[in-house]
């Protein structure tokens, strides 16, 4: 055991140890850029950053949990809660593949043994050594749970986890795709099919609406952009854009979008004028994927499904 590990040690068992700081970087794509990453700590302790190891971190709200070790020798999977504050999560989710490659390392130390920068005069509290770790463990981003303005939420899993191994640095996860829903990898751009629990586009009286849509330029054709001032009926389809995400263009699709941050919803009463899509459930419904192979099958009808091969009718693909 080396010497800040013994510090450790002997620290954990203080009458009155200092505070226990959780530090975070976020590699959002380990394939293509693997060194870059992004430090983060939750701030409760420090509102500002916070150096660690002559790594700097920024205050970002953070909350996590089941990252206890069981003693059954069951991997853990924790989750993690990142708040997505201007919509930063949610930017680094559509430009890095949804996080299909990302990982998360989770340093903790006490904070006695922090760098003396971050201090006038040093650490008042003790001699700073950057070897002092209580923990420094490594995630794989399995799943994305939530993503809304206020947070976004992932499920963890370890590198040692079985159940999401690589192949051809693609991880293999079970029932889901993990590619963005319109997103690089995804790779459809078409009319919207259903919502994202598979259900079809209902009125209020549960009959089918079936979206309208133009046979060309629909997804470049700035006139589904909503309007406050126009009048919907069942079946319009329309668009809303966040300008805080921006989509870089898919080096490898000359189809792809680059713009801002687009979700389709569907018109499925008459007569709405005024109503925001987003905050008007009642007229609007999203657009949405459930992330299974069957919507899959929806959406590329006799054409190559973007992960290789054509749909089959018995739920997989064959060819390609």
Not at 19 to 29: G, I, K, M, Q, S
Not at 101 to 117: E, G, H, M, P, S
Request: charged share 20%; aromatic share 14%.
């Amino acid at each position: 055991m080396g010497q800040g590990q013994n510090k450790i040690a002997s620290s954990l068992l203080d009458i009155q140890p200092t505070a226990v700081l959780e530090f975070f970087r976020l590699y959002p794509d380990t394939v293509v850029k693997p060194d870059v990453f992004i430090s983060i700590h939750g701030g409760s302790i420090f509102g500002d950053n916070v150096v660690w190891q002559g790594i700097e971190y920024i205050p970002v709200p953070v909350e996590g949990e089941g990252f206890e070790i069981n003693g059954n020798g069951q991997l853990s999977r924790p989750k993690l809660r990142i708040a997505n504050k201007d919509y930063l999560i949610s930017s680094l989710l559509q430009n890095n593949f949804d996080f299909k490659n990302a990982k998360i390392v989770r340093k903790r130390t006490f904070l006695k043994y922090l760098d003396d920068v971050n201090f006038d005069g040093g650490n008042p509290f003790g001699p700073q050594d950057y070897t002092a770790e209580i923990s420094n463990e490594t995630f794989l981003i399995g799943q994305k749970i939530a993503e809304n303005k206020v947070y976004v939420e992932f499920e963890l899993t370890s590198p040692l986890d079985l159940e999401n191994f690589e192949v051809t640095n693609r991880q293999i996860l079970a029932k889901y795709c993990y590619w963005g829903y319109r997103s690089h990898g995804c790779n459809y751009y078409g009319k919207p099919i259903e919502r994202e629990n598979a259900y079809n586009f209902t009125d209020a009286d549960g009959n089918i609406i079936t979206p309208e849509t133009s046979a060309n330029g629909f997804l470049t054709n700035v006139n589904y952009l909503w309007s406050q001032t126009e009048t919907y009926n069942k079946g319009r389809v329309v668009y809303l854009e966040n300008p805080k995400i921006y989509i870089n263009k898919n080096p490898l699709d000359n189809n792809s979008y680059a713009g801002p941050l687009r979700t389709w919803y569907v018109c499925v009463a008459n007569g709405i004028i005024n109503q925001n899509p987003q905050s008007n459930p009642t007229y609007w419904q999203k657009d949405g994927c459930s992330k299974k192979i069957s919507s899959c099958k929806k959406r590329f009808v006799n054409v190559p499904l973007p992960f290789g091969g054509f749909p089959g009718t018995d739920g997989f693909s064959y060819g390609g």
